[in-house]
C-alpha cells in the first residue's frame, strides 16, 4: 500500500541532498559558459589550429557520454598525480561538457548577429578583444538566452550521473533511503519531484530573464 508518510519523513532529507545536485549543475554550467565562450571563439577563429582544436573538443565532449568522463575524471586523475575531491572533479567534467554544448550554443547565435557590426567596430578602431567582450559575446549570450536556459535544466539532470563517483546528491540518497525503507516507489517518486520542482523554478526565473532582456 503507497504510504504518503514515508514521503513526509524523508522528504527533508532528499531536500537537504539537493543542495548538491544544485551546486553540481551551477558550477557546472557557470564553468561551461566560460570555457565554452573561449570554445566558441576559438571555432570561429581564422587560425586553422583554433578550430582543429574547437572541433575535436566539441566533438570529444558531445560524443562521449557524460558518465563515461565522469569515471574517466575519477580514475585517470589520480593516475597521473592529481588528487582532487570527487565533488571537484564531478563539477569541472561536468562544466567541460556543458562547454561543448554552449560553444555551439553560442556559435549559432553569433551566426544570427549582422557582419557588419563587427566590420563597424574594426572600422572605428575597437581592439579584437573589446569587440568580442563589448559587442558579440553580450548579444549572442542575449539570442541564446532560452538555449542556455534548457542547458541548465539538462544538467540538472545529468547530476544525477555523479553518484558513480559517490557523491550524495538526490538520486544516491534516494537509493540509499529506498533500500533502507523499502519503499522505493515512494521515494523515487518524491526525488521525481524535487527534480521537477528545481526545474520549473529554472524555467520560470529563464522567461523572466528572457523578458528582462528583451527590452
Do not use: H
Amino acid at each position: 500500500m503507497f504510504s504518503f508518510q514515508t514521503i513526509i519523513d524523508n522528504l527533508p532529507v532528499l531536500a537537504a541532498s539537493a543542495r548538491y545536485t544544485l551546486l553540481i549543475s551551477g558550477a557546472g554550467c557557470f564553468l561551461g559558459l566560460i570555457f565554452g565562450a573561449l570554445i566558441c571563439v576559438a571555432a570561429v577563429s581564422r587560425a586553422s589550429a583554433a578550430r582543429a582544436f574547437a572541433g575535436v573538443y566539441v566533438s570529444f565532449f558531445r560524443g562521449v557520454p557524460l558518465l563515461i568522463q565522469l569515471l574517466l575524471a575519477f580514475y585517470l586523475l589520480p593516475l597521473v598525480g592529481v588528487n582532487v575531491p570527487a565533488l571537484a572533479a564531478a563539477i569541472f567534467t561536468v562544466g567541460l561538457c556543458a562547454a561543448a554544448y554552449i560553444s555551439e550554443i553560442l556559435r549559432g547565435a553569433l551566426n544570427a548577429i549582422p557582419r557588419g557590426q563587427a566590420e563597424a567596430a574594426m572600422a572605428v578602431g575597437l581592439a579584437p578583444r573589446d569587440i568580442w567582450t563589448r559587442i558579440l559575446l553580450p548579444q549572442a549570450l542575449k539570442i541564446s538566452m532560452p538555449a542556455l536556459v534548457n542547458e541548465l535544466i539538462l544538467l540538472v539532470k545529468a547530476s544525477s550521473l555523479v553518484t558513480v563517483v559517490g557523491i550524495v546528491e538526490i538520486t544516491r540518497m534516494s537509493q540509499a533511503i529506498a533500500s533502507a525503507t523499502y519503499r522505493p516507489l515512494e521515494i523515487y517518486l518524491t526525488a521525481a519531484f524535487l527534480y521537477l520542482a528545481i526545474n520549473l523554478v529554472i524555467a520560470a526565473l529563464g522567461r523572466n530573464l528572457e523578458r528582462r532582456l528583451a527590452w
